[in-house]
């Protein structure tokens, strides 16, 4: 071989071995990169968590999932930071957060600053108070730091709360003695007041009234029935019911006000599943028999059953699960 032959080799080994060592590098990146964990993936926003109050009051806000807020009551409000696919996310610097109201007309109290400290991913407004009752929209957002975007929460600020933990092999029954003059007697002032009778319900059970503004569809922000300035409230049940458990009976008091001062009129009584969500704008079927709540039916009211006394209606509900009941 000659010289010439020789070098001409070497230089092909050469370029053989640098494209086998990019193919490798090429590959190890790919492999990096795929092998990233979803936590490094960029924080996009903030994620508003479930209130409860500050005291976690134990009748009232047994857990995040079965809680009242009343009116002026502290109450905190955990704050993460997501990433696309909604999975907690760091921020990689301090970042300042803000709570502020975008509607309700209430007074909304926070008082401090919230920060997410670099490396970290969450925060709690801690002692925040609004009042009176109402369903306030609240919006977090950053002022400083990582750019995420915000997040809202209606608020569903009671007037009253009651709660009372069930055994499952007992009739469970629970009276707002907060509400109107007390025992569930509504008044103008608060014209509408729940009584709950169950069985099979266990665990905590949380009943409260409070405001129907602004949980209607947006063409009846207001669904609940109104008599010059007097507004019926809406009654709110959190419970565990058992299945094996047909039914359930609200009695939903209605002020003479309100709801006239004779008979028993079959009012419209609306009935929604969701106790979050927003107030079902179609009435309760009549029950088909007495004391009956049919198979098939979420709710239905017993006018047979309802009555009045001294002048208040008393109409009767029957339901079964958690419920959103107002007329």
Known sequence: MTPKQSLTRKQSLIRRSLTMLSAVLLATAWAVAISTPASAAAPRALEIGLPTTTTKTVDTCPNANKCAIKAGEAFDLPVRVVDRNGNPATVS???TIVLEEVSGGGTLNVPRSVFIRRGGSEATFVGVTY???ANPVLRVRVTSGVELSPDEITMHIAVSAVGR?????QQFDLTDSNC??????PNSDQPTCGHLITKGASGPVVMSVGSCDDLGPP???NPCRSNGTTTALVVTLFADISQNEPQSTMILA???????????????VFFTRENTGPLNTEPAQECRRKGVLNPGQKACVDYVSSMRSDGDLYLVVLFNGDARIHS
């Not at 109107?180 to 007697?185: A, L, M, P, R, S």
């Open 93 to 95: 610097k301090d970042t």
């Open 131 to 133: 009042s009176p009752s």
């Open 165 to 169: 933990t069930a055994d499952p092999d």
């Open 180 to 185: 109107g003059d007390g025992n569930g007697v």
């Open 219 to 221: 063409n009846n922000t």
């Open 254 to 268: 209605c002020d003479k006000e309100l709801c006239g001062q004779t008979g028993v009129p079959k009012l419209d």
